[in-house]
């Protein structure tokens, strides 16, 4: 079993920023990436977001060149540092991770962005 728990979030005026945390825990062993997705109301979660052990990154469009994800793999940790945010980024962001093709999720993390 795989334990995420995120950390950050909250409420932020657009054109500012916000951090979230995940650490993770448990059977991590081989873990080789992580992700961040996000569900706003009455649409489908998306996939925001990964990042390799490697530090091979992928974003969607909509958030690159302001969004950055990054990982610490000594403390098994991964943020997604979100720059530049816009209403339509308001959202409950996940963090995931794949092990033995099963999604293992975070408890989520509400991030509001008042315009």
């Known amino acids: 079993q795989v334990q995420l728990v995120e950390s950050g979030g909250g409420l932020v005026q657009a054109g500012g920023s916000v951090r979230l945390s995940c650490v993770a825990s448990g059977d991590i062993f081989d873990i080789t990436a992580m992700a961040w997705h996000r569900q706003a109301p009455g649409k489908q979660r998306e996939l925001v977001a990964s990042i390799t052990i490697g530090g091979s990154t992928y974003y969607t469009d909509s958030v690159k060149g302001r969004f950055t994800i990054s990982r610490d793999n000594d403390k098994n940790t991964a943020y997604l540092q979100m720059d530049s945010l816009k209403s339509e980024d308001t959202a409950v962001y996940y963090c995931?991770?794949?092990?033995?093709?099963?999604?293992?999720w975070g408890q989520g993390s509400q991030v509001t962005v008042s315009s």
């Open positions: 995931g991770t794949m092990k033995r093709l099963k999604w293992y």
